[in-house]
């Protein structure tokens, strides 16, 4: 048996041990000009030779505390054949809700009805579409970096140009490059364009434009284990059931099927939290409820009924009534006992 021990160093940080993510993302600060070196593909990704992850992610709902929480869609495409394998709900009500909003428009609804709805039924259900690589700046600082189709597209074609030469500008030792976001004449006109970082340095008296070179240093590679992330599991993927719910959802109910979602409350919680428990009127019995969506929201359903007390009332050799399921409107406070918080 062997006697090594080994021996970590401790994380003493202020959010309870663990190390908070960098998020990075490319702006007009700096004259659109954003330096960061591409890490490689690493984690589950490493096998694939993928530095990059395609997500789809929804960023306007809340959860029940109103905190911000983000999740990816679960609609999947196929490229080769431009077939759709599986839908969104959230993407199927967006298009339900823009038909409506087109309504509103001809019916002449006011320009504050108008930006009304649009924040809360138009904004909330268009996801941020972002391919995200884990990068490094020139503070030193490891994060995720967000970049949007074009840019990635940019930076796709420029390491294959590299590669071509025999530079792997994402390796071990790589190359800091410049994102150029370049604004047009309207807010949506944006382009990206993706090069090589030159530093000026001076040689022999001489001002140089050099590529700014950067290796992964033994000191890195071991930050990367805990600063670094793996791209396949950035966000959650909800189930598709939970999405058609939240599609349903009154306004004021989606922050109780988003915590749903994200599992707010724990497993611990959830497994000694008691269940909540229904008198069914003109009766003895007692249901435990389960909740469904509808057309007309969430809904409480009450299929097995605990008729022990209403047995138990009962003549000896006469069985109790075998009860229909019974369905209720269940109010914000009923929800948020049988979701938890």
Do not use: C
């Not at 394998?85 to 038909?99: G, W, Y």
């Not at 966000?235 to 939240?246: G, V, Y």
């Amino acid at each position: 048996m062997s006697n090594q021990l080994q021996i970590g160093t401790a994380k003493h940080v202020s959010d309870g041990g663990f190390t908070k993510r960098n998020n990075f993302y490319l702006d007009d600060k700096n004259g659109g000009n954003n330096v960061y070196r591409v890490l490689p593909p690493m984690h589950s990704l490493a096998a694939k030779g993928q530095y990059a992850k395609y997500w789809s992610v929804y960023q306007g709902f809340v959860d029940s505390s109103g905190k911000k929480r983000w999740f990816a869609s679960v609609e999947e495409y196929d490229p080769r054949t431009k077939t759709l394998k599986v839908s969104d709900p959230l993407a199927e009500k967006l298009k339900e809700n823009r038909a409506k909003q087109e309504t509103m428009k001809q019916a002449g609804a006011t320009e504050e009805q108008l930006d009304g709805f649009y924040e809360t039924h138009i904004k909330p259900f268009s996801p941020s579409k972002r391919y995200y690589v884990n990068a490094i700046n020139q503070n030193g600082e490891i994060g995720v970096l967000a970049l949007p189709a074009t840019a990635n597209t940019a930076l796709r074609a420029l390491a294959n140009e590299y590669s071509g030469r025999g530079v792997d500008i994402t390796g071990i030792k790589g190359l800091f490059l410049n994102f150029k976001r370049v604004k047009g004449a309207r807010p949506v006109d944006v382009s990206y364009s993706v090069e090589v970082y030159r530093e000026s340095i001076m040689h022999e008296g001489e001002m140089l434009e050099k590529a700014k070179v950067h290796t992964l240093t033994e000191d890195i590679i071991n930050r990367l284990a805990n600063e670094a992330e793996d791209l396949s599991e950035l966000f959650t993927i909800p189930k598709r059931e939970d999405l058609q719910m939240l599609a349903a959802a009154d306004v004021s109910q989606r922050g109780l099927v988003v915590d749903r979602i994200v599992n707010k409350s724990s497993a611990v919680e959830q497994a000694t939290k008691p269940q909540m428990q229904v008198n069914i009127p003109g009766t003895a019995a007692i249901a435990v409820p389960r909740v469904e969506s509808s057309a007309s929201g969430l809904n409480v359903v009450l299929p097995e009924l605990e008729l022990a007390k209403a047995a138990a009332q009962m003549p000896t050799g006469v069985s109790a009534p075998a009860a229909s399921p019974v369905k209720a409107t269940l109010s914000d406070d009923e929800l948020n006992n049988i979701f938890g918080n």
